[in-house]
């Protein structure tokens, strides 16, 4: 926290021994919409192409212009640096150098200059926590001056600073392009100090450089500090070099940069940057299609479709759409099972899906596993390993066999399947079709489920929306799907980011005034704990944030870029601090009603055991766990990867008994141990 803030939040005077006070200007008390300056000029160059008052400018000048307009300014620093002797340039002339080089009249100058002062100021947005330090030093008596490097003059910035607040009517402003020299080295704190006349220890200055507001102003006697501005996530950094002409992204990524100015809270953070820019897109996709296909109802499903509804309500609030949306409470533990009661075929895709062992398969059949092993075929009973897509059919196959146990798993369904029938006609309106259910991501079988039991009073397929389609694929039955993204990699990096604020649906009950109630697993893992507030605060002031820019912009992000770059880089190249934010969510299996975090940071001891092949890693995401354990740790899980069979390399037992072969190799070394069990050779 700054200093000065702090001050003011304790109540106390300034210290009276600063006469001065400076500010820094730029994402210190003002920033821009756009995700780098450089935005600035590719806004600029967006209109250039699409406004016809420009086309009398060359068209090569038109589509180039971003680069060219930073080419002119970054030749003008080094030229007046070398051969004029002083720091900065100014505004006219870096465009005078553009004139002169790319064959522009005085007036496609005029109007271009006109062009970037009318686009900086309508993308300028004020930092109130720096302005209203500024507030309570004027009200104290202090003396305030603002200090930036520019190439803009005083009063051109004065008019930004305006437009946030009338504080800085009167405050002293000086601009690098108009002292012609810059902070580097010190010398405009030099410039400054000269006209002020006040001590260097006396002044305090305030602004987000490192170097030219810290450092610098440090370097002679200044009490300098540093404001944590802030930066680019790795993977907004990634995108935007990839990207640095596009103006939606530039946009997007501007957006959550600015949202987080709003909060210091991590859980706040994650959710402005990476799950709104991943999630927004898809809603506006799902709204759209939703008015193209005159789907009038939205159902947003439990509990991905938490988030995605709160994202949903706000647009469509803002935006006046004739849609109505609602929440349903479904799992598939509610609907996958109790389907079987009116449909048994429903049974084939859940054990080929979920009968992964004895342990997956019992919890998605809801029985014990001893239980379950009476009805395995002979040859599998005694197995502990995984079981493989033939073995799953062979499963499937003895199951449905067993007239004894269909005739148990369908009736016991029957009462559960019911209380999902009324529990539809209570909160669905089925009058007409035009209707849709929203959810995050999924292979159909689930829906497949919940088809089958509406068809039973409802004669047409219904319709579901997807983020994207799961790793596990069914083909749909009465069912028609709509896919945002047609790949099925990193779905469980996705699922966490959708979280909700209750426990899973495990069915439905009848209350005593004959309503439908959704039976909520009491056990489930605990979000609110987790920071779930704060998350779901942060992405609807990311939406907030986008529905202006959006407005202003007439920016159409209904495109998968942003989620296909980010969903990449979750996978291949996640750094810590997101890491650690969606490695802390607390996570319960299918069927189990223990929590824990999601992917836990990996202990030395924990690495050692699993180098050695002693025990696997307790993660669910190796990629989360990995970047989030210690150097050290990383090290030996590195070592792993490399030497994946170590065990066997230190100590490998050879022990074929039809051969009489029996040796044990340690570190390379063989001793046979054949003598031990079939005595010495004759």
């Not at 994402?27 to 600035?40: E, F, K, M, N, S």
């Not at 909060?263 to 759209?288: E, N, R």
């Not at 190796?622 to 030497?643: A, Q």
């Amino acid at each position: 926290m700054s200093q000065l803030l702090k001050t003011k939040i304790e109540k106390k005077k300034p210290v009276d021994n600063i006469q001065l006070y400076s500010f820094d200007i730029f994402d210190t008390l003002i920033t821009r919409l756009t995700a780098t300056p450089y935005g600035i000029f590719v806004l600029m160059q967006n209109e250039l192409l699409s406004n016809k008052m420009y086309e009398s400018m060359p068209l090569y000048f038109r589509q180039n212009f971003a680069e060219y307009r930073r080419m002119s300014e970054h030749y003008l620093y080094s030229y007046n640096d070398c051969v004029n002797g002083f720091m900065d340039c100014t505004f006219d002339e870096i465009y005078e150098n553009l004139q002169s080089n790319y064959n522009l009249t005085d007036s496609d100058v005029h109007q271009l200059k006109e062009l970037e002062l009318r686009t900086e100021y309508n993308s300028i947005i004020g930092i109130p926590v720096n302005i209203n330090i500024i507030k309570d030093l004027i009200a104290n008596e202090k003396k305030v001056i603002l200090i930036s490097d520019m190439y803009h003059s005083a009063d051109v910035i004065r008019s930004w600073l305006m437009k946030v607040d009338n504080i800085f009517a009167d405050v002293k402003i000086y601009v690098s392009s108009e002292c012609r020299c810059k902070k580097r080295g010190s010398e405009l704190f030099k410039y400054v100090q000269k006209l002020e006349n006040v001590p260097y220890e006396n002044w305090h200055h305030y602004g987000d450089n490192e170097v030219s507001d810290f450092q610098d102003a440090a370097a002679i006697g200044i009490k300098a500090e540093k404001f944590l501005y802030t930066n680019l996530k790795p993977y907004e950094k990634k995108v935007i070099n990839k990207y640095v002409n596009d103006t939606e992204i530039q946009l997007l990524i501007g957006c959550a940069k600015n949202v987080r100015l709003l909060s210091d809270d991590s859980k706040f953070d994650l959710g402005a940057s990476l799950t709104a820019p991943i999630l927004i897109p898809y809603v506006l996709w799902v709204l759209d299609e939703a008015v193209k296909k005159n789907f009038k109802r939205l159902y947003f499903i439990a509990r991905d479709g938490f988030i995605l509804k709160e994202i949903a309500d706000y647009i469509i609030k803002t935006r006046s759409l004739n849609i109505e949306t609602k929440y349903i409470y479904g799992s598939r533990a509610a609907w996958q099972k109790p389907s079987i009661a009116v449909c048994l075929d429903n049974l084939d895709p859940i054990i080929m899906q979920y009968g992964l062992n004895k342990e997956f398969l019992s919890k998605a059949l809801g029985v014990s596993e001893k239980r379950l092993t009476k009805f395995l075929p002979e040859n599998l009973r005694e197995s502990n390993k995984n079981f493989n897509k033939e073995q799953r059919k062979e499963i499937l196959d003895a199951l449905k066999g067993n007239k004894k146990y269909i005739s148990k798993l369908q009736s016991e369904n029957i009462e559960k399947c019911e209380n999902l029938i009324g529990y539809m006609k209570q909160e669905i309106d089925f009058s007409d079709d035009n209707f849709a259910f929203v959810d995050l991501s999924g292979s159909g079988v689930t829906q497949n489920c919940l088809a089958s039991v509406i068809n039973t009073f409802y004669d047409k397929p219904i319709n579901s929306f997807y983020f994207r389609n799961g790793i596990y694929k069914v083909e749909p039955k009465n069912v028609n799907r709509f896919y945002f993204i047609q790949r099925n990699d990193a779905c469980a990096l996705l699922e966490l980011t959708s979280r909700a604020p209750h426990g899973q649906t495990t069915g439905y009950k009848c209350n005593s005034e004959g309503k439908y109630e959704p039976i909520l697993d009491k056990n489930d893992v605990d979000t609110k704990s987790w920071g779930f507030d704060a998350y779901l605060q942060g992405i609807l002031s990311f939406v907030q944030g986008y529905e202006v820019i959006s407005r202003n912009y007439s920016i159409d992000c209904r495109f998968p870029v942003i989620a296909n770059e980010y969903s990449d880089w979750l996978k291949t190249a996640i750094d810590k601090e997101t890491a650690d934010g969606l490695g802390t969510i607390v996570y319960a299996h299918v069927g189990s009603h223990e929590g824990r975090e999601v992917a836990p940071k990996i202990t030395r001891f924990q690495a050692f055991k699993y180098l050695l092949g002693i025990s696997d890693l307790n993660t669910d995401l190796y990629r989360l766990s990995y970047e989030r354990s210690k150097t050290s740790v990383k090290k030996i899980l590195k070592y792993k990867e490399i030497h994946p069979d170590l065990r066997k390399q230190l100590i490998h037992v050879h022990f074929i008994k039809k051969k009489k072969e029996f040796s044990i190799n340690i570190l390379g070394i063989r001793i046979s141990l054949k003598s031990l069990i079939w005595g010495k050779d004759k």
